[in-house]
């Protein structure tokens, strides 16, 4: 199954996965302690998160977004903290503090991530209904293909153990480990060339 370019129409289906995806990610977690306003505020932080990437055309998605992957080109804005911030207390009114802790959080990994131009994997969530089928590798191909024509490396960065040894499989390996608190924050690098070539 190939995946496709997310479109603004694809905008609610890519939330869903993201929100359900990471409900008990610690990154997400540490953004949105709170069960009762975790739907609603991880959806409006999901939403910016799309909203900055799908422009560009580096959505992607397979089936109706039971697996997807937002990117970040060299060439595109980033997510700067700041802008992180003032984007979640807009879309959540008063957001419990969320939009401060994003802002740490962006802060001292964005310090840790490297200077030179790189593809940014800021999302990668497979839909719990559809876990196990290796689709978050398929997913994220075409983001990889793209940094290896363009000679740059990609980027991502995981707050879960169990994420490491899957991306290792996946040809990624850790650059850096470093803690947000109480949030251990590992940085990986993939070359893009191994997996364009139709490996893993």
Not at 125 to 143: E, N
Request: proline letters at 6%.
């Amino acid at each position: 199954m190939q995946a496709s370019v997310a479109q603004v129409q694809d905008k609610t289906a890519v939330v869903t996965t993201v929100v359900a995806a990471f409900r008990h990610d610690p990154a997400f977690r540490f953004f949105f302690p709170d069960d009762d306003r975790y739907d609603a505020d991880a959806a409006a932080f999901s939403g910016y998160l799309f909203d900055k990437r799908v422009d560009h055309g580096t959505v992607w998605m397979i089936g109706e977004a039971s697996s997807v992957a937002l990117w970040s080109p060299p060439t595109a804005p980033g997510i700067e903290p700041a802008d992180a911030a003032e984007a979640q207390t807009q879309a959540m009114g008063s957001d419990g503090g969320a939009a401060e802790r994003i802002e740490h959080y962006e802060t001292i990994v964005g310090a840790a991530l490297p200077e030179e131009p790189h593809w940014y994997l800021g999302i990668l969530a497979t839909h719990p209904d559809h876990a196990g089928q290796r689709l978050g590798r398929r997913v994220m191909r075409d983001g990889l293909a793209r940094a290896a024509a363009d000679g740059v490396p990609a980027i991502l960065e995981t707050t879960r153990a169990d994420n490491v040894a899957l991306y290792q499989r996946a040809w990624w390996s850790v650059d850096h480990e470093l803690d947000v608190d109480d949030l251990n924050v590992w940085i990986l690098s993939h070359p893009g060339q191994k997996e364009t070539q139709g490996q893993g």
